[in-house]
């Protein structure tokens, strides 16, 4: 168990809708990124959250946002979906107050447009 | 831009050999190269971490070398075993900022 929870893991929907997946890091975590990994696919990254503050954006479309709280818990939502966005989509956590850099990863949504 | 690539995508060897696994970075300065393992439909896991100073890091069977003047790490698994197979994924950070290439796809075979 990696410490990293991500909810729903699944999730079927259709084309037009709107889904928000949840992720909640390691204990102690500040950072939070968010990766999509199509069938077949390398990881691509997303967006990366540091203390509730944006840090780094990679291929995010326009249609997908994110945001961390207070708790640091995070929340990508995706909106207008089409069917490319099925995907597996990816939470990690890193950066505790020891330093550690090594990212710890949830056990991923797997989301499915129809 | 950065750009972080891992030569081939897919590596077939035997097992009891040697596998290693390559990963050049263009435009970056990493802190830190960390190497994970994933296996399908399953979230990547932490392997090795190297920083920028360390020239060399191993754990078990697992070898990671890192060239900051050529830009790449190798990774190397040695006495190899088809439980090794997997995707292996490098990733670069500086200050939390972590990027991931496309993996290899490695096979070892009976």
């Known amino acids: 168990d990696s410490g990293v929870t991500q909810t729903p893991k699944h999730l079927i929907t259709a084309t037009g809708q709107r889904v928000t997946l949840r992720c909640s890091p390691r204990?102690?975590?500040?950072?939070v990124y968010w990766y999509q990994q199509s069938l077949d696919q390398g990881l691509q990254f997303l967006i990366q959250y540091y203390n509730g503050e944006e840090r780094a954006k990679g291929n995010i479309l326009e249609r997908f946002s994110a945001q961390q709280f207070p708790d640091l818990h995070s929340e990508l939502n995706l909106s207008s979906l089409e069917l490319g966005d099925s995907a597996l989509y990816f939470c990690a956590s890193s950066g505790d107050s020891l330093g550690d850099t090594e990212a710890f990863f949830g056990q991923g949504t797997r989301l499915t447009v129809v | 831009s950065q750009k972080i690539e891992q030569n081939s995508e897919a590596l077939n060897i035997q097992e009891g050999k040697t596998a290693t696994l390559t990963c050049n970075y263009t435009?970056?300065?990493?802190?830190?190269l960390q190497w994970y393992r994933q296996d399908p439909g399953r979230g990547p896991v932490f392997l090795l971490l190297?920083?920028?100073?360390?020239k060399e890091k191993r754990k078990e069977r697992l070898k990671v070398t890192f060239d900051t003047t050529l830009k790449q790490s190798l990774f190397h698994i040695t006495a190899s075993q088809p439980a090794d197979s997997a995707t292996y994924l490098c990733?670069?950070?500086?200050?939390?900022?972590?990027?991931f290439g496309a993996g290899t796809r490695l096979t070892v075979k009976p």
């Open positions: 435009n970056y300065s990493p802190a830190y």
């Open positions: 990733a670069l950070d500086r200050n939390n900022d972590m990027r």
């Open positions: 190297i920083r920028e100073n360390e």
């Open positions: 204990s102690g975590d500040l950072s």
